[in-house]
């Protein structure tokens, strides 16, 4: 969430910023701050009643003892002016809940380093990592259809089961992803992330927190039975909410988070949209990466945990490339982002496995989460950080078609042997 005073003190500058997003948020804005410049006049009322109220309080006592029409006539005022401070305080509070609900609807601001843009088409290509790519002389398939004839991914079974856009692994199939997920977890506790399992249901105000609600509740699993609690979409959701409404010492800062869960999504505006395969399921595997720390430290933060993501697909000798969001393509909360593309050989195209985002103070500042420097009094929002680290479907349909053999087996790669416990995925005879 911006801060309400860095919009009252930066009207331009922010409307600016906002503007590179979606030309409409400038006229949220405008609506923010003439409901403000309301809030200020009517609390200003509300004071003076306050005032006006404990004056009365405090001398009401002594009218009793002047004599009993004088206390009937202070009463009478007293009574008239709590009736008048009940009314403007529920409309004070009415008009403070107005802001709020803009407020959240309102994205971060872009970076004055994120490119101007609002389609993919300007997004800016960083690094084009082609040292891995291979040369084929034989007709390519999809990772769908390797998958289907190795009997290792089994859509209709997952459509059966759950309806569509669901898979089910089968053998090796299994395999490869557990060993996917074992692969990234161990590379990234040795660059110095600790592993977390957490919950996969969370409360309603952890959504608010990271900026999955109220925007995007669509997209959410939400329980009928227990409205205030949904499935999660990514594990960034549990992990930055971990030290929501709490201050943090200077000393504990910055902390990195690593986990690997079940992410569920509704993915109810992409109707028709990459429905084939792995890429766009409603249940799926991601190792997320999740870093916390102080403000002047979260540019360098992101910058290395885009390495850290980059180095899976390095280990895994998969091509890949770097490009940097646009405005208008970034998420809701982020303000500068990465997005780690890996090439899909049997489609012919760049597929995003990871995006890796700076948040800054947004989710902090809607979650309450606060650090306090040695010496100091004063708080200050901590910055919080994201990225997927990656996302297991994806990287899995990555990996068999940069690896397949014109038999329809799939070599796996060297890296990842020892944690799939043979070098081959062997064609059906």
């Known amino acids: 969430m911006i801060d309400i005073k860095l919009i009252e003190q930066n009207a331009k500058k922010i409307k600016n910023l906002l503007s590179l997003r979606n030309p409409k948020l400038v006229n949220a804005i405008d609506d923010i701050l003439k409901k403000q410049e309301i809030y200020k006049n009517k609390l200003i009322e509300v004071e003076e009643l306050r005032t006006q109220r404990n004056e009365i309080s405090k001398n009401i006592a002594k009218t009793r003892k002047k004599s009993e029409a004088t206390f009937k006539k202070a009463m009478k005022e007293a009574n008239k002016i709590k009736e008048m401070l009940q009314k403007k305080e529920e409309s004070l509070s009415s008009l403070k809940k107005e802001i709020e609900s803009i407020l959240l609807n309102i994205p971060n601001t872009p970076d004055e380093t994120t490119p101007k843009g609002k389609t993919e088409e300007e997004n800016k290509i960083v690094k084009v990592y082609k040292k891995t790519k291979k040369k084929f002389s034989f007709k390519l398939k999809d990772h769908h259809t390797l998958g289907e004839n190795l009997g290792i991914l089994d859509f209709e079974a997952g459509s059966r089961l759950s309806g569509s856009r669901f898979v089910l692994l089968k053998g090796d199939g299994a395999k490869l992803e557990r060993a996917l997920i074992n692969f990234m977890l161990d590379l990234h506790s040795k660059n110095g992330y600790t592993e977390i399992l957490p919950p996969l249901i969370v409360n309603k105000d952890v959504l608010y927190g990271t900026g999955q609600l109220p925007k995007f509740e669509e997209d959410m699993y939400k329980f009928t039975h227990t409205p205030e609690q949904y499935l999660i979409s990514t594990s960034e959701i549990p992990l930055t909410n971990m030290y929501r409404k709490t201050i943090l010492a200077d000393k504990d800062l910055p902390q990195s988070f690593t986990s690997a869960t079940p992410c569920f999504r509704r993915e109810s505006g992409s109707y028709g949209k990459d429905t084939r395969g792995l890429i766009r399921n409603h249940q799926f595997n991601k190792v997320e990466l999740v870093w916390i720390g102080k403000p002047e430290d979260s540019m360098k933060a992101l910058d290395k945990l885009t390495t850290h993501a980059e180095e899976v697909l390095k280990t895994l000798e998969i091509p890949y490339r770097i490009t940097q969001l646009c405005a208008g393509e970034m998420g809701f909360s982020a303000s500068k982002t990465f997005d780690l593309d890996v090439w899909m050989p049997g489609e012919n195209r760049f597929r995003e496995v ?64 020892k944690y799939f416990g043979k070098k081959k995925i062997y064609a059906k005879k």
Request: net charge positive; proline share 2%; charged share 25%.
């Open 354 to 417: 990871s995006s890796c985002s700076n948040c800054t103070d947004f989710q902090a500042r809607r979650m309450g989460m606060r650090f306090k420097r040695e010496n100091e009094k004063k708080t200050e929002f901590v910055h919080t950080l994201n990225g997927s680290g990656v996302a297991v479907g994806r990287l899995f349909a990555a990996v068999i078609e940069n690896n397949q053999q014109e038999d329809g087996s799939v070599i796996i790669p060297k890296a990842l042997v």
